[in-house]
């Protein structure tokens, strides 16, 4: 059962953590695929194990049982293939802009004339050639997370893993920022992966919403997101009338206490 | 965005850095003032007889012990002495205490299998293997360098050590999403993070160094500040070691700055 525009893949995958005061299940039998060019979000309880899930098709991690695939091949192990885009933007405060967004290439030795001019062209595209020797501190928060996407494209990588990476901008960046990498995730044409607390945003960000369960997590269900609106970005979204119906769907699956 | 701030500088402002100009200056003279009271109170004490200069000395004495130290030549071999063991000690004990410390980050069995050993190190007062070092390094300049090397390795070791665990998770993990090696993120990201780290590290070593050199000269009795301080003291020329007091505090002073200095061009630089 070979499909062709396959993204990833994850059978029957179960991930049990060990530690001295005992064993904890992360993921039960879980099963996703997910296709080339997808946008999913990934929302459920604090501690159910989405990251787990990140760090799997990461493979950072190996899982206790079960396959994970990209592009019909097993993973094992850290690849080219996917890039991870962190929840702070963790740029690194010694090196400038530009040395920040060579990282990737610098540590696969993949440094060459063809890809510093993509990663160049990248910084060009997306409004920060002006600041490529700057460092960080001098950057906006937004700006950062911006260098921090480009540092991930600049490996070129299939699939963006987003963990949780607007939740430490503050709300109106948040909205711009979303607006920014969408476009520039679609422009790239790139799958993307991403996990978030925010009901609002995975709506609005993404073709599917899956809602996970309490910790071990299993998927307790699956939303194709179909909104009617002209412009197809991440704040006009949220004014299509079915925006709302699907929040309050999720919102109770979630079923959040305090 | 300044410029304009200055061109335009209120009545409020002028008047708020006067005063704030006027209460350095107020400190600064203060500062000196204090040191020439103590000084002047001092001689005239002596002079006077109030307090004998025999056992106290007085600034006069000091400073025509230093002249003659001077002349004779000797003030410059002994501060050398003093001042070389020293930065070979701080500098050896920063530089063998970070690669400890990088073994210890690199294998959790070895840091986990020293760690008692560490503690205990860290707890014994290294001065008490002084006698040890003399007689296995021999009683020279290099037994010296060993104790002052000693006495700053275990902290430069727990501390960088320390440094290292706390570099951000996320960072590291976002290097091993790129498939770097553990040496690529030791060189990428734990040492560059660690720079304050090692360099606060240096500075608690110069203060450690000091101690170990002196304690080492005092023991060995051959050469340096030490052995002037302590060789004044049995045969009681008391000018002899308010004298070496003085020039160790002001050759401490200065490496202390150096190494401010240091680590300015260090953080702009990493």
């Known amino acids: 059962m070979v499909r062709a525009n396959l993204m990833v893949e994850m059978r029957n995958v179960s991930m049990n953590y060990h530690s001295p005061e005992g064993e904890i299940e992360a993921l039960k039998n879980f099963s996703l695929a997910i296709e ?32 994970i695939l990209i592009k019909n091949k097993n993973v094992h192990g850290p690849t080219s293939m996917v890039g991870y885009m962190p929840q702070r933007d963790q740029l690194f405060e010694w090196r400038n802009i530009w040395k920040n967004v060579i990282l990737g290439l610098e540590v696969q030795n993949k440094l060459n004339e063809e890809t510093k001019a993509y990663a160049e062209k990248l910084l060009d595209d997306y409004g920060l050639i002006d600041f490529k020797y700057s460092y960080p501190y001098q950057l906006s928060g937004g700006m950062r997370q911006r260098v921090a996407l480009i540092r991930t494209l600049a490996v070129n990588p299939a699939i963006l893993l987003l963990d949780e990476a607007f939740s430490a901008l503050d709300y109106q960046t948040r909205l711009l920022l979303n607006d920014e990498v969408k476009q520039i995730i679609t422009k790239e044409k790139k799958t993307a992966i991403l996990v978030t607390h925010d009901i609002a945003e995975s709506i609005s960000m993404s073709d599917r919403v899956i809602v996970l369960t309490k910790r071990p997590a299993t998927i307790k269900s699956v939303h194709k997101i179909n909104l009617t609106c002209e412009i197809d970005t991440p704040l006009k979204r949220r004014e299509a009338p079915e925006y709302r119906q699907y929040f309050n769907t999720i919102w109770k699956e979630l079923d959040v206490h305090v | 965005m300044s410029k304009k701030l200055n061109l335009s500088i209120s009545e409020e402002h002028q008047e708020y850095l006067r005063k704030q100009k006027a209460y350095q200056w107020k400190v600064t003279i203060t500062q000196i003032a204090l040191l020439i009271i103590i000084l002047v109170l001092w001689e005239f004490a002596a002079r006077v007889r109030w307090i004998d200069p025999f056992i106290t000395s007085q600034p006069s004495k000091i400073v025509e012990t230093i002249i003659a130290l001077h002349r004779e030549g000797y003030l410059y ?46 707890a014994l007062p290294k001065i008490a293997l002084g006698p040890i070092l003399i007689v296995w390094i021999g009683n020279g300049a290099p037994a010296i360098i060993a104790m002052a090397l000693l006495i700053s390795l275990v902290v430069t070791i727990l501390g960088v050590y320390s440094g290292f665990s706390q570099v951000d998770s996320d960072k590291i993990k976002l290097l091993q999403t790129f498939g770097a090696t553990k040496l690529q993120i030791l060189q990428k990201v734990i040492l560059p993070s660690s720079v304050p780290t090692i360099i606060s590290a240096l500075k608690i070593n110069v203060g450690l160094s000091w101690v170990g050199v002196i304690v080492g000269e005092f023991l ?51």
């Open chain 1, 36 to 67: 080339d060019g997808e946008f999913i979000s990934i929302v459920g309880p604090s501690g159910c194990g989405k990251s787990t899930l990140l760090n799997l098709i990461a493979g950072l991690i190996v899982p206790s049982s079960g396959e």
């Open chain 2, 77 to 122: 071999y002994h501060i050398g002495i003093t001042v070389m063991e020293t930065v070979v000690g701080f500098i050896s004990g920063t530089i063998l205490g970070t690669v400890i410390a990088v073994i210890l980050w690199w294998s959790d069995f070895i840091s986990r299998v020293l760690d008692p050993y560490l503690v205990v190190l860290n």
């Open chain 2, 220 to 270: 060995v009795s051959k050469a340096g500040l030490g052995y002037l301080i302590v060789y004044g003291g049995q045969v009681f020329k008391l000018d002899l070691v308010m004298a070496s007091v003085i020039i160790l505090s002001l050759a401490a002073a200065i490496m202390y700055k150096a190494v401010l200095y240091l680590e300015e061009i260090f953080m702009r630089c990493r």
